[in-house]
């Protein structure tokens, strides 16, 4: 399964962004997979930002809780991130990947992220 990120962009603080993450070859598996959402910033480890089960169960990391939300379109094969309130801190490239649970760890391959940037 390959996944494809898109919906990075700069954006002030305080703004919006929809991150979306489309699975090729997983066909109609895609709705038994555990998702998730990660970023890296410069110079850091790549982090869990949020994660949905087949369930539609989902978990977030501190940080982002009550500002971003994951959700999944099935029938589309694609995961999104909803993004509010952003902060300068939120900049990083982030990436979706299967995951083990619904506290990760990711199991699948990387694909290439998309890059958000909160700046004024």
């Known amino acids: 399964v390959q996944f494809v990120e898109s919906g990075g962009g700069l954006v002030q603080p305080g703004g919006s962004l929809r991150l979306s993450c489309e699975a090729s070859?997983?066909?109609?598996?895609?709705?038994?997979?555990?998702m998730g959402w990660y970023r890296q910033a410069p110079g850091k480890q790549r982090e869990l930002v949020a994660t949905i089960a087949r369930t539609y169960a989902t978990n977030s990391a501190d940080s982002v809780k009550g500002r971003f939300t994951i959700s999944r379109d099935n029938a589309k094969n694609v995961v999104y991130l909803q993004m509010n309130s952003l902060k300068p801190e939120d900049t990083a490239v982030y990436y979706c990947n299967q995951v083990a649970g619904i506290s990760g760890p990711p199991i699948g391959s990387w694909g290439q992220g998309t890059q958000v940037t909160v700046s004024s």
């Open positions: 070859g997983s066909g109609s598996l895609f709705n038994i997979l555990n």
